[in-house]
RNA sequence: GCGCCCGUAGCUCAGCAGGAUAGAGCAACGGAUUUCUAAUCCGUAGGUCACAGGUUCGAAUCCUGUCGGGCGCACCA
């Protein structure tokens, strides 16, 4: 149960009542009426700016509209007291009873407090990583990886239906610089003496085995052949290679996405075409020339025209080309083929994660999508900014020209998927991102991974402790739902309990703002207020969660650490990061 | 030159669809350990929310401008 909304809901049935008995005006717009956890513990539980909101449509002072809704506030069971203060809030403050209750209701549901329909199994589209498959994922890629891979996870807890789709881009250029140099260790596989691989082929060892293998599949057939002949089939063999590479780097992160989408195929089954005739249709292509670029301008610049997507009709800077100069389609044109076939299959929401140096793609992207929805569809582009790698605060040096970089696999096998994870979520999306190996592995408290995964292995550990001291205790969720939650009366726990009840709630914003981060500071808040209660017990034996000759005490105690354990472990699971039971 | 993002404590950053006295960690200083794992906790100090206007009951948050930093700017992906 998500309290702020049900006293949202509370509220504005109030006012509509209000309404209807004349007390105040009808037709009361609502919408901007909110409920909230105030920061300071003394203005309540639960505070509402309704009376400051109606101010103007009412045409009545604030304190006059708080009365009206106070007193009718008052009447709900649950409510121990209302008050109105500063400057027209109405502060809400609940019977303990029913915080404490709130214990049980998040033993019920379990791993499922939280959750929410309030995405009403709307279709969304999460499109994340779609990196080229040249090459091992890299740090840079990680990032966007874990992001994108939490928030699909957030997204489906608050009832959206959720796809995860990677896009391959497996027919640019790029594709081909792979296939030869793919080709090259296949010869170097028959025995050819190689040697230094070219500038401008990609000279990393991944590939290695890639033309080992295609020795081994084809044995010589390729060797004395010209370009024309094998370009495409090693081509084929050795994208394969890289995305099965590529899964492989995401699978160590539990990274699985639903559809993998070829771009090679809009080439190969007229998708280009398709895509592009419904702008055909809306007459937003047409041939023009385009200005040259301000700023620097390319050495091999020339004024030409060219097949053009009027995308200044939906606010970007220039029309976009769709045709390079040598005919073949350009990037975008299969980009507007690939986002129709997305609106096509029924996606209103997408959501595109990408590196932040793609930022100035995002407004073509999006013209394309409104221009062929007609305005229905709408995306989203979350850019990831950069990850600096550090080890014992020192930048890790990166040369990307020798091909030594850090790759995903060398991070996670260095301080595990779990880490990773976490941290890649401590920051928003769009702030730089510092990744010190040293400090992320750090057992001590400025490591935020370390210090909620210890919340949790604390209760376990209580947990047995507990098994051990009373003979027939029974501590299942079922049983200690049931306990005498009315124990639960000293100031840390009801702060504790009250924190808890935040939960539902800052999943939905969290899910709303397309921010997973949230997730994480809350579960440092929600640790550090477990924390700090368990060391109160040192000065306050009788605040342990154990108390050896008290099992009913004992009990609601358990009560409560278990539902905290709950929630932090759903608050991991949304991130992707396994709850430990020791460390 | 244009577009996007950013500017909050000495440092690294939160700030919840505009709310009450702007928060946390680190660093600094002062405390707590016969422990349910002190791998932790408690306290003190630290701010012109870059700057200037505007919108309104109310702005770190929304709008405009200035300054400062990052990214991008035919056909590449």
Redesign the pocket.
């Known amino acids: 149960m998500n309290i702020f909304k049900n006293f949202q809901n509370n509220i504005k049935d109030i006012i509509t009542a209000l309404s209807d008995a004349g007390k105040l005006p009808a037709d009361l717009e609502l919408?901007?009426i909110?409920t909230?956890?105030?920061?300071?513990a003394?203005?309540?539980d639960i505070?509402t700016?309704a009376a400051?909101?109606l101010?103007?449509q009412a045409k009545m002072k604030?304190r006059d509209i708080a009365q009206l809704i106070e007193g009718e506030l008052i009447k709900i069971d649950t409510v121990e007291s209302v008050e109105i203060?500063?400057?027209?809030?109405i502060?809400i403050r609940l019977n303990a009873d029913f915080i404490q209750n709130q214990i049980s209701e998040i033993l019920d549901q379990g791993l499922d407090y939280g959750r929410s329909d309030l995405g009403a199994n709307e279709k969304v589209n999460v499109e994340y990583v779609s990196v080229?498959p040249t090459g091992p994922l890299h740090v840079g890629h990680c990032r966007g990886a874990v992001f994108g891979d939490a928030l699909a996870t957030l997204l489906d807890h608050v009832g959206y239906d959720v796809t995860r789709e990677y896009y391959i881009?497996d027919?640019?250029?790029?594709i081909d610089v792979l296939a030869r140099s793919a080709y090259l260790r296949y010869l170097e596989a028959l025995g050819e003496v190689v040697g230094e691989i070219p500038e401008g082929l990609y000279p990393g060892a991944y590939l290695i085995p890639v033309g080992e293998a295609l020795a081994a599949r084809d044995g010589d057939k390729w060797k004395d052949r010209d370009e024309s002949e094998w370009l495409l089939p090693v081509r084929s063999f050795a994208t394969d290679a890289m995305m099965n590479l590529i899964r492989e780097d995401l699978n160590t992160l539990d990274i699985q996405h639903d559809v993998f989408f070829s771009?090679l195929s809009l080439h190969e089954n007229g998708g280009i075409q398709k895509g592009l005739e419904q702008l055909e249709e809306k007459g937003l292509i047409y041939t023009g020339v385009?200005e040259p670029?301000?700023?620097?301008l390319?050495d091999?610049?020339?004024?030409?025209p060219?097949t053009l997507f009027k995308s200044t009709d939906f606010g970007d800077?220039?029309d976009?080309?769709l045709?390079?100069?040598?005919g073949a389609w350009?990037?975008?044109a299969a980009d507007v083929a690939y986002h129709s076939d997305k609106v096509s299959r029924g996606f209103n929401t997408m959501i595109d994660v990408w590196g932040?140096?793609?930022?100035?793609?995002?407004?073509r992207v999006q013209s394309v999508i409104t221009a062929l929805s007609d305005g229905k569809a709408e995306l989203d582009v979350r850019?990831c900014?950069m990850v600096k790698l550090l080890r014992d605060g020192e930048p890790v040096k990166m040369s990307k020209r020798s091909g030594n970089f850090i790759t995903l696999r060398d991070i996670v096998d260095e301080v595990g998927k779990d880490v990773v994870r976490f941290i890649m979520l401590t920051?928003?999306n769009?702030?730089?991102?510092?990744f010190d190996f040293t400090k992320v592995t750090e057992?001590?408290?400025?490591n935020p991974v370390?210090?909620v995964q210890?919340g949790y292995?604390?209760v376990s550990?209580?947990m047995k402790?507990a098994a051990a001291a009373f003979a027939d205790l029974d501590i299942s969720e079922v049983s200690l739902a049931k306990a005498d939650l009315s124990l639960l009366n000293d100031e840390s726990e009801l702060k504790l309990i009250k924190t808890m009840v935040n939960w539902p709630?800052?999943v939905e914003?969290a899910a709303?703002?397309y921010?997973p981060?949230?997730i994480s500071?809350y579960l440092?808040d929600l640790a550090?207020e477990f924390?700090?209660?368990?060391?109160?017990?040192?000065?306050r034996v009788d605040?342990?969660?154990?108390i050896d000759n008290n099992k009913q005490v004992t009990l609601s105690r358990l009560a409560m650490i278990k539902a905290f354990s709950k929630i932090i472990a759903s608050g991991l699971n949304i991130l992707g990061v396994e709850p430990l039971d020791?460390?």
């Open positions: 919408k901007n909110t909230e956890a105030p920061r300071d003394s203005h309540g505070a700016n400051m909101v101010v103007k604030p203060a500063g400057p027209g809030f502060n080229n881009n027919a640019g250029g790029q771009e385009l670029p301000k700023g620097k390319p091999d610049w020339e004024e030409r060219q800077d220039v976009r080309a045709k390079k100069s040598d350009t990037y975008f932040a140096d793609h930022g100035g793609y995002v407004k850019l900014q920051r928003k769009d702030a730089s991102l510092e057992q001590s408290k400025d370390f210090y210890y292995a604390r550990s209580v402790k709630r800052i914003s709303l703002a921010e981060h949230r500071y440092y550090s924390h700090a209660l368990w060391n109160k017990g040192n000065d605040l342990r969660f154990i020791e460390m």
